[in-house]
């Protein structure tokens, strides 16, 4: 047990077990540090109010799937969903699902990351992967061999006044 507390409170990840029941029995300093709740605010919580209303019946059918001996189809599996923080703002997560046994009883332990800053840098790329296409300027991509590997629209004429092609 020590151990374990140990390792969860020195995570930056939101690690989080709830009872069969979907309460919280356990929150770390990632968790506080994510969601804007003290472990003294949220633990004997329903977890679903980490989860936007919009998505709080799907996980609640799930845990209730679960609970009745239904498949744990979520286990060992990364999820990405929306997170709900104490302030009602939602961001997006990335969630790591496992379960286990004390006795009789199955709990459950999400490792949750905020992925927003993530997010922001592939949408950052994703425009600038756009950019040579919508360049109103010839942009041309020549491998070491001369041989042309990409033109954009504008880069056309110039292909056919050469009297070449992409490729």
Known sequence: ELRYRSVTQSAVDAIISTDCNGKIVSWNYGGKKIFGYRENEIVGKPITVLIPKEH????????????SGGDA?????TLEMQGLRKDGSQFPISLSLSNWKSGEEEFYTSIIR???EQKRNEEKVAELARLPAESPNPVLRVAGDGTIQYSNKS???LLGSWNCQQG
Do not use: M, N, S, W
């Not at 019946?57 to 609970?67: E, F, G, L, S």
């Not at 189809?73 to 599996?77: A, D, K, P, V, Y």
């Open 56 to 67: 709080a019946k799907t996980y609640q059918a799930a845990i209730d799937r679960v609970r």
């Open 114 to 116: 905020d992925v927003t």
């Open 155 to 157: 880069g056309k004429p």
């Open 73 to 77: 189809c979520l286990i060992g599996q």
